[in-house]
Protein backbone atom coordinates (compact mmCIF):
# COMPACT_ATOMS: atom_id res chain seq x y z
CA UNK A 1 0.00 0.00 0.00
CA UNK A 2 0.67 3.87 -0.10
CA UNK A 3 1.74 5.62 3.07
CA UNK A 4 2.15 9.56 3.61
CA UNK A 5 4.76 10.86 5.98
CA UNK A 6 3.98 14.93 6.57
CA UNK A 7 5.72 17.44 8.61
CA UNK A 8 5.92 20.98 9.05
CA UNK A 9 2.94 22.12 10.50
CA UNK A 10 2.64 24.30 13.79
CA UNK A 11 1.63 27.65 15.14
CA UNK A 12 2.86 31.00 13.66
CA UNK A 13 2.35 34.19 14.02
CA UNK A 14 0.93 36.32 11.08
CA UNK A 15 3.43 37.19 8.73
CA UNK A 16 5.70 34.24 9.60
CA UNK A 17 6.36 31.20 7.19
CA UNK A 18 6.17 27.28 7.44
CA UNK A 19 7.65 24.42 5.43
CA UNK A 20 5.77 21.21 5.14
CA UNK A 21 7.27 18.02 4.20
CA UNK A 22 5.75 14.52 2.76
CA UNK A 23 7.12 11.75 1.84
CA UNK A 24 5.18 8.73 -0.12
CA UNK A 25 6.49 5.17 0.29
CA UNK A 26 5.25 1.61 -0.47
CA UNK A 27 3.61 0.99 -4.52
CA UNK A 28 4.22 4.40 -5.45
CA UNK A 29 4.45 4.91 -8.99
CA UNK A 30 7.31 6.94 -10.09
CA UNK A 31 5.07 9.60 -12.45
CA UNK A 32 2.71 11.16 -9.94
CA UNK A 33 1.16 14.08 -9.25
CA UNK A 34 1.92 15.19 -5.57
CA UNK A 35 0.02 18.12 -3.58
CA UNK A 36 -1.24 19.73 -0.91
CA UNK A 37 -5.12 20.10 0.30
CA UNK A 38 -6.33 22.31 3.56
CA UNK A 39 -9.52 21.76 5.22
CA UNK A 40 -11.71 23.58 7.72
CA UNK A 41 -14.69 22.41 9.81
CA UNK A 42 -17.44 23.12 7.98
CA UNK A 43 -15.75 23.70 4.57
CA UNK A 44 -15.02 21.42 1.32
CA UNK A 45 -11.09 20.29 1.23
CA UNK A 46 -9.59 22.71 -1.37
CA UNK A 47 -6.73 22.67 -3.56
CA UNK A 48 -3.48 24.59 -2.21
CA UNK A 49 -0.66 23.62 -4.58
CA UNK A 50 0.01 20.46 -6.79
CA UNK A 51 3.24 19.60 -9.02
CA UNK A 52 3.43 16.81 -11.13
CA UNK A 53 6.78 14.73 -11.79
CA UNK A 54 7.45 16.89 -14.97
CA UNK A 55 7.26 19.86 -12.86
CA UNK A 56 3.80 21.36 -13.99
CA UNK A 57 2.58 23.41 -11.15
CA UNK A 58 -1.34 24.75 -10.16
CA UNK A 59 -2.31 27.14 -7.28
CA UNK A 60 -5.42 28.15 -5.44
CA UNK A 61 -5.47 31.88 -6.46
CA UNK A 62 -5.52 32.73 -2.55
CA UNK A 63 -1.52 31.50 -2.17
CA UNK A 64 -0.21 32.51 -5.44
CA UNK A 65 2.81 34.86 -4.42
CA UNK A 66 2.99 33.48 -0.77
CA UNK A 67 3.51 29.61 -0.88
CA UNK A 68 5.94 27.71 -3.14
CA UNK A 69 5.62 24.13 -3.95
CA UNK A 70 8.65 21.81 -4.85
CA UNK A 71 9.55 17.97 -5.20
CA UNK A 72 12.26 16.17 -5.09
CA UNK A 73 11.41 12.62 -7.61
CA UNK A 74 13.99 11.14 -6.50
CA UNK A 75 12.35 10.63 -2.72
CA UNK A 76 8.90 11.00 -3.82
CA UNK A 77 8.77 13.79 -1.58
CA UNK A 78 6.96 17.38 -2.15
CA UNK A 79 6.98 20.63 -0.05
CA UNK A 80 5.14 23.29 0.69
CA UNK A 81 7.03 26.64 1.61
CA UNK A 82 4.68 28.82 3.33
CA UNK A 83 5.49 32.70 3.49
CA UNK A 84 3.22 35.21 4.34
CA UNK A 85 1.17 33.65 6.57
CA UNK A 86 -2.05 34.53 7.35
CA UNK A 87 -4.94 33.57 10.30
CA UNK A 88 -7.37 32.41 6.75
CA UNK A 89 -4.71 30.27 6.11
CA UNK A 90 -5.30 28.23 9.29
CA UNK A 91 -6.68 24.57 8.25
CA UNK A 92 -5.43 21.08 8.35
CA UNK A 93 -3.20 20.47 5.46
CA UNK A 94 -3.49 17.08 3.77
CA UNK A 95 -0.66 15.49 1.58
CA UNK A 96 -1.83 13.91 -1.74
CA UNK A 97 -0.45 11.42 -4.53
CA UNK A 98 -2.36 10.65 -7.46
CA UNK A 99 -1.44 8.77 -10.52
CA UNK A 100 -3.03 6.26 -13.17
CA UNK A 101 -1.75 3.49 -14.80
CA UNK A 102 -4.58 3.30 -17.51
CA UNK A 103 -7.43 5.89 -17.76
CA UNK A 104 -9.90 2.90 -16.44
CA UNK A 105 -7.20 2.90 -13.44
CA UNK A 106 -6.64 5.69 -10.93
CA UNK A 107 -5.08 6.41 -7.56
CA UNK A 108 -5.40 8.61 -5.15
CA UNK A 109 -4.04 8.72 -1.38
CA UNK A 110 -3.92 10.98 1.09
CA UNK A 111 -1.80 11.90 4.38
CA UNK A 112 -3.24 12.17 7.74
CA UNK A 113 -2.85 15.67 7.66
CA UNK A 114 -0.29 18.66 9.40
CA UNK A 115 -2.32 21.39 11.46
CA UNK A 116 -1.72 24.82 10.74
CA UNK A 117 -2.48 27.73 12.53
CA UNK A 118 -1.82 31.43 11.89
CA UNK A 119 -2.35 34.03 14.95
CA UNK A 120 -2.87 37.66 14.74
Known amino acids: QVHLEESGGGLVQAGGSLRLSCTASGSVVSRNTMGWYRQVPGKQRELVAT???????NYANSVLGRFTISRDNAQNTVYLQMNSLKPEDTAVYYC??????????????WGQGTQVTVSS
Open 96 to 109: NVKWAVVVEASYDY
Open 51 to 57: MTYGGRT
